[in-house]
């Protein structure tokens, strides 16, 4: 009979959701606990609302209404400051509180100065826990420490599970409805097929979590992702290991058993080293053949000094390659950049979306250099003086917590904001044959760059306007000349399109799209807002001021269906009603709507003016 018999399960949410699908949390960790002890126990339990800030009362809810003696926490550093919010309220309820994941395993003395964690568990957790439950907190148990008369007890460490096809398939039935759907048939899921990583990236902390690369053989792979396949309902796999094709041989072997066992219906994503890629090129083939859309590369930086005090082992030249060996092979390339490093300057920064570009990349993920617990940049950038903030809310990759060298946080933010907008697919508006569909565009890339400065709760909307007006005005300082040709030609403009970008300093810049040749062609330049306007005029501060006001649920409501939409085109009909049942959905969309028609009201109201020349 277990110690614990009744256990609610906890994953952190993290306190600042990025406006990217991809990255809502599919509490994987966790029903890998609930599967390590669901045949020892009496009950488990989820709270609803695990993926926004609902989850609080329902949290409190559970705890009224059930009986539950222990409460199991799992936090990323990101989300470290709710898991204690959450284990203040487990600990008014008198529940007993274990704390487990990334960010207890690296800073175990702090967490356990709280009054209100009991113990925590460190490293893997599946053996632990189901030692702990079955018999109650003991010095015999590796892998726990506590505190006792003032003193920490350590445990000893577990050894890792080497053999991890031993690991029971994650429980994911335990998880609660998620937009409409059951915890077992998500939209969007993750799996992992390894732990561990070969390689020792300064920045990473799975070295102090997982340690060396362990892979799960291609029989125990292939029969977890047959409970998530599904004929009817293409789903978007996430394989979030931190390398999948470390083992070309055993990647080879699980794209044979799906395709044999026609396990095909999916659009999967996934990471890994460039390098990786280029030894799997005669497999890129069966890779897209079971649904590979998407690699994530980390390039992290197009300086090999940089590279080499990251101990990043990546070749500029594997990762050429590799983009085009992905593209040739019809699946996606996306680069993960890094920039912040110590010693690099404004004027290397801006050298990243250029090298993007340069790659052939229509993808790139920039981030600011995040000095996480349990890596060795938190060390590094800690004994330096470097750290500019211990406020874990803002450990969520772009949001800066460090200065370097030549660059404060604020140097760092409007780098992000530059790099976003310097590399920014351009190329999707040239492609657009109307004004309607450039100023669409326009508004969605906006948008998002938009979302991903909110993600820092340190800027107010001024604030955020400012920062990405400024960074258009440096980008057009560079004196970019966006071109878009493609076979066969795209139409032949009859006149060009201008779309204006305007500022409450009494600027704004201008966007010229042109015919050149059998192609298209896109100047900016910077003007007084005085000066008359010919196309559609976007105030920036009215675009700041409508994403502020959807909540970031309400937005990952948003795209969450849209992905839905996007795989599966045959849902669309009965998806828009979902998305139209919504009240907060429609209420956003009035939003939108309200601005596209700001937008070219404005257009309009300047039409009676003397028509600007477009520049050569």
């Known amino acids: 009979m277990a110690y614990f018999k009744n256990i609610c399960l906890i994953e952190a949410p993290q306190v600042v959701v990025t406006p990217f699908p991809r990255f809502i949390t599919d509490c994987i960790g966790i029903c890998y606990l609930a599967a390590a002890v669901e045949d020892i126990v009496d009950t488990l339990v989820i709270p609803d609302n695990y993926y926004n800030d609902g989850l609080f009362d329902s949290f409190r809810?559970?705890?009224?209404?059930?009986?539950?003696?222990?409460?199991?926490?799992?936090?990323?550093?990101?989300?470290?400051?709710?898991?204690?919010?959450?284990?203040?309220?487990?600990?008014?309820?008198?529940?007993?509180?274990?704390?487990?994941?990334?960010?207890?395993?690296?800073?175990?003395?702090?967490?356990?100065?709280?009054?209100?964690?009991?113990?925590?568990?460190?490293?893997?957790?599946?053996?632990?826990?189901?030692?702990?439950?079955q018999n109650g907190p003991s010095r015999d148990i590796k892998g726990l420490a506590w505190r006792e008369n003032g003193q920490t007890v350590y445990t000893g460490m577990r050894e890792l599970i080497m053999d991890v096809d031993s690991i029971r398939y994650p429980l994911r039935a335990l998880?609660?409805?998620?937009?409409?759907?059951?915890?077992?048939?998500?939209?969007?899921?993750?799996?992992?097929?390894?732990?561990?990583?070969?390689?020792?990236?300064?920045?990473?902390?799975?070295?102090?979590?997982?340690?060396?690369?362990?892979?799960?053989?291609?029989?125990?792979?292939?029969?977890?992702?047959?409970?998530?396949?599904?004929?009817?309902?293409?789903?978007?796999?996430?394989?979030?290991?931190?390398?999948?094709?470390?083992?070309?041989?055993?990647?080879?072997?699980?794209?044979?058993?799906?395709?044999?066992?026609?396990?095909?219906?999916?659009?999967?994503?996934?990471?890994?080293?460039?390098?990786?890629?280029?030894?799997?090129?005669?497999?890129?083939?069966?890779?897209?053949?079971?649904?590979?859309?998407?690699?994530?590369?980390?390039?992290?930086?197009?300086?090999?000094?940089?590279?080499?005090?990251?101990?990043?082992?990546?070749?500029?030249?594997?990762?050429?390659?590799?983009?085009?060996?992905?593209?040739?092979?019809?699946?996606?390339?996306?680069?993960?950049?890094?920039?912040?490093?110590?010693?690099?300057?404004?004027?290397?920064?801006?050298?990243?979306?250029?090298f993007a570009k340069s790659l052939g990349l229509k993808q790139s993920l920039f981030m600011a250099m995040t000095p996480y617990p349990g890596t060795k940049i938190f060390e590094e950038y800690r004994s330096e003086g470097n750290i500019t903030s211990s406020d874990w809310d803002l450990y969520n990759n772009f949001t800066p917590v460090i200065k370097t060298a030549s660059m404060d946080t604020a140097d760092l933010v409007r780098m992000l904001a530059y790099c976003n907008v310097a590399f920014c697919n351009y190329r999707s508006l040239l492609k657009r044959d109307s004004e309607r569909g450039v100023l669409i565009v326009f508004l969605r890339d906006l948008f998002q760059l938009v979302f991903l400065l909110r993600v820092n709760k340190g800027l107010d909307q001024k604030a955020v306007s400012k920062i990405i007006f400024e960074a258009f005005v440096r980008y057009l300082e560079t004196n970019p000349r966006?071109?878009?040709?493609?076979?066969?030609?795209?139409?032949?403009?009859?006149?060009?399109?201008?779309?204006?970008?305007?500022?409450?300093?009494?600027?704004?810049?201008?966007?010229?799209?042109?015919?050149?040749?059998?192609?298209?062609?896109?100047?900016?330049?910077?003007?007084?807002?005085s000066q008359p306007a010919t196309g559609p005029v976007i105030s920036l501060d009215e675009v700041v001021s409508a994403a502020w006001s959807i909540s970031m649920d309400i937005l990952m409501r948003m795209l969450y269906r849209n992905e839905l939409i996007r795989n599966n085109p045959g849902l669309t009909g009965r998806q828009v009603l979902a998305l139209l049942a919504d009240r907060d959905i429609r209420n956003a969309g009035f939003k939108l709507a309200g601005l596209y028609r700001s937008c070219v009201q404005k257009k309009n109201k300047a039409g009676s003016r003397q028509p600007q020349k477009v520049p050569a």
């Not at 994941?101 to 893997?124: M, N, Q, R, W, Y």
């Not at 796999?237 to 058993?257: H, P, Q, V």
């Not at 006149?495 to 062609?521: K, M, N, T, W």
């Open 61 to 133: 809810s559970l705890l009224n209404n059930r009986t539950i003696d222990l409460v199991a926490i799992s936090s990323m550093t990101g989300g470290f400051n709710n898991a204690v919010r959450l284990a203040r309220i487990a600990k008014e309820h008198g529940k007993f509180v274990v704390m487990g994941g990334f960010h207890p395993t690296s800073l175990p003395e702090e967490v356990l100065a709280l009054d209100c964690v009991d113990l925590i568990a460190i490293g893997e957790g599946e053996a632990t826990f189901r030692e702990l439950v």
């Open 175 to 354: 998880r609660p409805e998620r937009f409409g759907e059951k915890g077992d048939d998500y939209t969007i899921d993750t799996i992992y097929t390894s732990r561990g990583c070969p390689w020792s990236c300064s920045f990473c902390a799975n070295d102090k979590m997982h340690k060396q690369w362990r892979g799960r053989s291609a029989e125990n792979v292939v029969n977890e992702i047959a409970q998530l396949h599904d004929p009817k309902k293409k789903k978007l796999i996430k394989i979030w290991d931190a390398n999948f094709l470390t083992n070309i041989k055993r990647a080879e072997e699980i794209c044979d058993l799906m395709i044999a066992r026609g396990l095909t219906n999916f659009r999967i994503m996934t990471e890994t080293r460039a390098k990786d890629v280029v030894r799997a090129e005669r497999i890129l083939g069966k890779l897209r053949s079971i649904g590979l859309k998407k690699v994530g590369l980390g390039i992290e930086s197009p300086n090999p000094q940089t590279l080499e005090l990251m101990n990043k082992k990546n070749s500029l030249d594997d990762v050429s390659k590799a983009i085009g060996l992905l593209t040739s092979h019809g699946i996606g390339a996306e680069g993960y950049f890094i920039i912040g490093h110590h010693s690099e300057s404004e004027e290397d920064t801006m050298a990243y979306p250029l």
């Open 482 to 529: 966006i071109e878009y040709r493609n076979s066969p030609p795209p139409p032949v403009l009859k006149q060009p399109y201008v779309v204006s970008l305007e500022h409450s300093s009494g600027y704004r810049v201008d966007c010229f799209i042109q015919q050149q040749g059998d192609g298209r062609a896109m100047t900016m330049k910077k003007v007084s807002s």
